[in-house]
Nanobody, 125 residues
């Protein structure tokens, strides 16, 4: 079974960069099909899809976050990363990484998709 695990600091100061890593195990990352995605859920709110990277390196970012977001591979470690610049307290959320099929992007955790357990990130001084 494919497994994904988020890791990174749980506390980030305002104006700094939020950096998270998703480690993939139990499956191959080399097929250029899946959307390797980052999703977040602020407290009491719904899911917000941040963006994704294909194995090829092609990326997509939510228009509302594109200017602050970078998703990229560390292929030798079966990892992909999220960097979110210039964070504010509104960026506080549980952050998830996921492998989703294209048809399921933006639809939540659907059958056939694999999600990490999530990691809570608080933006606070």
């Amino acid at each position: 079974q494919v497994q994904l695990q988020e890791s990174g600091p749980g506390l980030v100061k305002p104006s700094q960069t939020l950096s998270l890593t998703c480690t993939v195990s139990g499956g191959s990352i080399t097929t250029n099909y899946y959307y390797w995605s980052w999703i977040r859920q602020p407290p009491g709110k719904g899911l917000e899809w941040i963006g994704y990277v294909l194995y090829s390196g092609n990326t997509y970012y939510s228009p509302s976050l594109k200017s602050r977001t970078s998703i990229s591979w560390i292929t030798s470690k079966n990892q992909f990363t999220l960097q979110l610049n210039s964070v504010t307290p509104e960026d506080t959320a549980v952050y998830y990484c996921a492998r989703v099929i294209p048809q399921n992007y933006g639809r939540g955790n659907r059958p056939g998709d694999y999600w990490g357990q999530g990691t809570h990130v608080t933006v606070s001084s």
